[in-house]
């Protein structure tokens, strides 16, 4: 079992509306067409201006225009339609380039306060999310903005106080628009980074837990061959005796021998090679078999669970069969301890007429639900065991409580 198959990948959420899904998929194409509509726009008011009616700023006595003051209108305003298509990337340097066009194409239209009002809203909402101080450079800028604005309404007659006060106000809106807008885009941005860790975390656990049962059986595997291995020797050296000094078993006396020093070699190598895993004089105590469930039963019994037991078939002579159906009945009636509340029924049904079936079935109410937030190496490392001698486990509720079945099919575990 790897992370892949424990979790799949997290699918990051999208920006609600199809305007916000266009724009997140391509905002410098929208940027693009937003600035080439405004620029378009701008031109031809600059256009209208040029055939207005004398007293117009820039205008002559006789309606014809200054030519300068035409050159340089046409070239503001593509200089602040270019400056906008950076809006993302500089924030800050489009908004001082477009605010000093703007204030100086006020007197001429609106366009330009246009422009404006898309780079105060970049001022802030483009900042980049590193930075610490973004919200304050953005309200330092947009005060000396308004300073400015304010000074320019009290200087010009034309634009006048309450004019500026409205600009502002208006500007000052469309910066905490800006700036409500950033935040957002934080704080979702700190709850995806949260559950990815989260995520990370469960599959890390679930990996340890993996490895940790690997780790337990590994342990037993190497009791269940090393008993094996040590009865081998102790048969063959047995066998061997027996026909020391006998001419005519000579060559059987020789292969008992042979098998005993084979089997000596195997037993070194393989506890040589568990022996990574520590804890070797524990690893060598005798293993649990299926006479001693009774005992175990026992001990759930005096912790107040009602269990009962039934067996059917012969007990299959594998120690590691055995061994696997010990843990797996120890771990279901540790899963009934831990999560059934006040279960009034545990059954433990044996069934070797055809391999080892284990099935462990309880009625307490909220099993399923506490089971959710374990960490899920119980049923790991039943599968585990299971898969080993070609057997499967599963875990889940039943219409009155919860069930564990593990199975083991015939044939399996006993020797060739």
């Known amino acids: 079992m790897t992370a892949s198959t424990l979790s799949p990948p997290r699918v990051q959420p999208r920006p609600p509306g199809r305007l916000g899904r266009l724009i997140a998929a391509r905002p410098r194409t929208v940027d693009a067409l937003v600035v080439g509509i405004l620029l378009a726009v701008w031109l031809l008011a600059i256009v209208q201006d040029v055939v207005a009616r004398p007293g117009v700023p820039g205008a002559h006595a006789d309606g014809t225009w200054a030519l300068w003051v035409v050159i340089v209108r046409y070239a503001t305003a593509i200089m602040a339609s270019a400056a906008l298509l950076l809006r993302r990337k500089y924030p800050v340097i489009v908004f001082t380039v477009v605010a000093v066009i703007g204030l100086f194409t006020l007197l001429y239209g609106w366009a330009g306060g246009v422009a404006l009002a898309v780079a105060t809203y970049s001022l802030a909402a483009h900042q980049p999310d590193q930075t610490a101080k973004a919200n304050r450079v953005a309200q330092l800028a947009f005060a000396a903005l308004a300073i400015v604005i304010l000074v320019y309404g009290i200087t010009v007659p034309i634009v006048g106080v309450g004019n500026a006060l409205f600009v502002i106000a208006i500007y000052f ?15 979702l941005s700190a709850l995806i980074a949260h559950a990815d860790a989260v995520e990370r975390e469960q599959d890390q656990r679930a990996q340890l837990a993996v490895a940790d049962e690997r780790e337990h059986i590994a342990r037993e595997m190497h009791d269940v061959i090393a008993h ?11 066998a061997g005796s027996r026909l020391d000094g006998s001419t005519e078993y000579a060559d059987v006396r020789r292969a008992a021998q042979h098998i005993a020093d084979t089997g000596r070699r195997s037993l070194a190598d393989t506890r040589r090679m ?51 159906v010990f843990r797996a009945v120890q771990e279901s009636l540790t899963n009934v301890l831990k999560h059934a509340k006040a279960p009034s029924a545990v059954t433990v049904d044996l069934d070797f007429t055809s391999g080892a079936v284990v099935t462990v079935t309880d009625d307490g109410a909220a099993h399923s639900g506490d089971s959710v937030h374990g960490s ?16 499967e486990a599963s875990a889940g509720p039943i219409d009155d409580g919860w069930q564990v079945s593990f199975r083991i099919p015939s044939g399996e575990g006993e020797d060739a």
């Open 173 to 187: 809106a469309i910066l905490a628009l800006s700036i409500s807008v950033r935040e957002r885009r934080l704080y």
């Open 228 to 238: 094996g291995l040590t009865v081998m020797v102790r048969l063959a050296d047995g």
């Open 274 to 324: 568990f022996s990574a895993f520590g804890d070797d004089e524990a690893s060598r105590e005798p293993q649990p078999t299926i006479e001693q469930i009774p005992t175990l039963v026992d001990d759930y019994r005096r912790a107040g669970m009602p269990v009962t037991v039934t067996q059917r078939g012969t007990v299959p002579p594998s120690p590691g069969v055995q061994l696997a």
């Open 376 to 391: 899920g190496r119980g049923i790991t490392g039943m599968q585990q065991r299971a898969a080993i001698f070609g057997g």
